[in-house]
C-alpha cells in the first residue's frame, strides 16, 4: 500500500468519526430544543402540525415528511445530472434507514434529558430565562451538528439532506437555504394550523429563532473550519 493510498484511507476514517460525532452533536441539539418546550423545531412542525390535526402519531407523520424530502432530493438531484448524481440518489435513498437509527439514537438521548420546565421547576433552568439559555444552545448544537453532517457528504438526516440538495441545485451558501427550509417550513405549519384550527400549533419562539439561527450557525460553522474539514476529510 503505497503513501497516496494510506492518506486516503486515514481521510475515509477521519470521515467517518466526524460524521459520527455530527449526528451525536445533531441529537443532542434537537433534543434540548425539544426540552426547552419553547416550540417544535422548525424542520419537524409540519409533521408537528399534522400529527395534532389528524390523529396520526408524530412518528409516523415525520416519517411521511422525511419521505417526501427524500423524494424532492432524487427529483432535484435527477434533473441536476451532476457528475455523481448516482451516487448522490443512492445515499438520499439510504437517509430512510439511516434515519430510522438516528431516531432510536435520539430516543435514548431524550430519555436522559429532562424536560427543564417541569423537572426544574423552580430553580432558574425552569424558568422562562433558563429555557431560553438552553435553546440558544440547542440551535448551536444543531448548527454545528448539521453542518459537519453535511460537510462530510455522506448520509445526513432527510430533514438536513433536503437542504444540501436545494443549496446544491441553486448553487446557494448551506446556511442562507437552511435558513430559507426552515423559515417555509414555519410559515407552511402557521398556515395550516390557522386555517385548520384556528391557533398555532407547535409554533413558539424557540421556533422562529432556531429558523433563524440555525443556519447562521452552519454558515459560521463553515465559514470558519468548512475549508480545513475539506482538506483533512477530501470531502470537497
Given amino acids: ?10 481521510k475515509a476514517v477521519i470521515r467517518g468519526l466526524l460524521y459520527l460525532l455530527g449526528m451525536a452533536v445533531l441529537a443532542l441539539g ?30 409516523d407523520t415525520t416519517l411521511l415528511l422525511y419521505s417526501a424530502f427524500i ?12 457528475p455523481d448524481w448516482k451516487r448522490a440518489v443512492l445515499f438520499d ?15 435514548l438521548v431524550s430519555s436522559a434529558v429532562p424536560v427543564f420546565e417541569l423537572t426544574c421547576a423552580g430553580s432558574f433552568w ?5 429555557r431560553l439559555c438552553i435553546l440558544l444552545l440547542a440551535i448551536v448544537l444543531t448548527g ?35 435558513n430559507y427550509v426552515d423559515l417555509c417550513c414555519t410559515a407552511v405549519t402557521a398556515v395550516v394550523s390557522l386555517c ?8 413558539g419562539v424557540g421556533t422562529v429563532l432556531a429558523a433563524l439561527g440555525t443556519g447562521r450557525v452552519i454558515a459560521l460553522f463553515n465559514g470558519m473550519i468548512g475549508t480545513r474539514l475539506d482538506r483533512v476529510t477530501g470531502s470537497v
Fill in 126 to 130: 425552569g424558568s422562562l430565562y433558563g
Fill in 30 to 59: 434537537l433534543t434540548l430544543n425539544t426540552k426547552a418546550t419553547l416550540g417544535v423545531s422548525a424542520i419537524i412542525s409540519i409533521a408537528y402540525c399534522a400529527s395534532e390535526l389528524s390523529g396520526v402519531s408524530i412518528g
Fill in 1 to 10: 500500500m503505497d503513501l497516496r493510498e494510506v492518506q486516503r484511507h486515514k
Fill in 71 to 82: 423524494l424532492v432530493q432524487v427529483v432535484l438531484h435527477v434533473i441536476r445530472k451532476a
Fill in 196 to 203: 385548520f384550527s384556528g391557533r398555532l400549533l407547535g409554533i
Fill in 144 to 178: 454545528i451538528g448539521a453542518g459537519l453532517t453535511l460537510k462530510m457528504r455522506l448520509v445526513p438526516n432527510p430533514g438536513d439532506g433536503i437542504v444540501q440538495a436545494i443549496s446544491d441545485y441553486c448553487s446557494l451558501p448551506v446556511g442562507r437555504t437552511k
Fill in 93 to 107: 435513498l439510504l437517509q430512510l434507514p439511516v434515519s430510522l437509527v438516528f431516531t432510536r439514537f435520539m430516543n
